[in-house]
């Protein structure tokens, strides 16, 4: 059964003038995620800058969401590291917590061979009871889930339950659904990319792991739905209409320009950490011009 379908927010944590964590502002997005149609939170991904969250801080946030959703919609943890005793601490702790399931990225810089994923993403998986969605992102960490790795690996953990797919390559997603019908495994797949929803989902995604549903919540859960309800026409023009701001908010690394967009939209004050730095004049007015097109301001 999936851990969730439609759209997931990738939410962003937010932080105080200094650096630290704001949890209320946190619990303030939450809560408007919740009301606008979000199917579930994923918590501290990479979107959530956890790679320079210290563990302590990481923990707390996992915590503090599980707490504040209080089952109303799935949580999922992201507890991925380039240490795979560093992943498997988070991912137990994150179990104790409560969340509904992990998103596990592939190791970054360190990287891994194909069998070295397997290795790392099988030790994660015989930690926890919990699933598992395994998070492929090439571009952000230099390592790629093969179509045949991420069924070897699905295969002996049965805990391991889909994929955020964030390669672009929509061959290779292709390829990844096909293996998944001829073995015949329950696996699935979300898009890791918000321009290419409505392809995850006519190769049998199960929804979408969103940057943009930080700013349009309610939108994002609307493409997906509309598709699951027959209204593919409707889900493309969704899909489309978010274009241009899509681009904007990955104009720059993100999640520069998303938090970014979120100080426009008076929900946060945009600090990010370092080595993220503010975003720069033309592409704030860029972003700017497609929030006010999309209608967000």
Not at 5 to 13: K, R, Y
Not at 20 to 39: A, H, P, R, W, Y
Not at 138 to 157: D, E, H, M, Q, Y
Not at 260 to 270: E, F, Q, S, T, Y
């Amino acid at each position: 059964m999936s851990i969730f379908t439609g759209a997931g927010v990738a939410i962003v944590t937010p932080m105080n003038e200094d650096g630290s964590v704001n949890f209320d502002k946190l619990g303030e997005l939450i809560e408007f995620q919740i009301e606008n149609k979000t199917d579930a939170i994923i918590i501290c991904g990479t979107t959530g800058e956890s790679s320079t969250l210290t563990h302590e801080e990481h923990l707390a946030c996992i915590k503090y969401a599980v707490d504040k959703v209080a089952k109303r919609i799935p949580v999922v943890a992201g507890t991925g590291s380039n240490c795979t005793d560093t992943a498997i601490y988070l991912s137990t702790e994150a179990e104790k917590y409560g969340a509904d399931g992990l998103l596990v990225v592939t190791p970054y810089y360190n990287k891994a061979t194909q069998n070295g994923l397997v290795n790392h993403f099988t030790r994660i998986a015989n930690s926890v009871n919990i699933p598992i969605i395994l998070y492929n992102v090439p571009s952000r960490t230099g390592c790629n889930i093969l179509p045949a790795t991420a069924i070897k690996i699905a295969k002996a953990n049965s805990n391991v339950v889909a994929i955020k797919e964030a390669t672009g390559n929509i061959s290779q997603v292709a390829e990844l659904a096909h293996l998944v019908k001829k073995e015949g495994i329950d696996f699935d797949i979300y898009s890791g990319n918000d321009d290419q929803i409505v392809p995850l989902l006519s190769l049998g995604g199960k929804g979408v792991i969103s940057v943009l549903s930080n700013v349009a919540p309610e939108q994002t859960h609307n493409i997906c739905q509309a598709y699951f309800d027959g209204d593919v026409a409707t889900s493309l023009k969704l899909q489309l209409e978010a274009f241009d701001l899509v681009k904007a908010l990955f104009c720059e690394v993100n999640p520069i320009p998303v938090k970014a967009a979120l100080a426009m939209m008076g929900k946060i004050n945009g600090t990010l950490r370092n080595p993220l730095t503010e975003m720069e004049p033309e592409n704030q007015e860029r972003l700017k011009k497609e929030m006010e097109a999309y209608g967000l301001l």
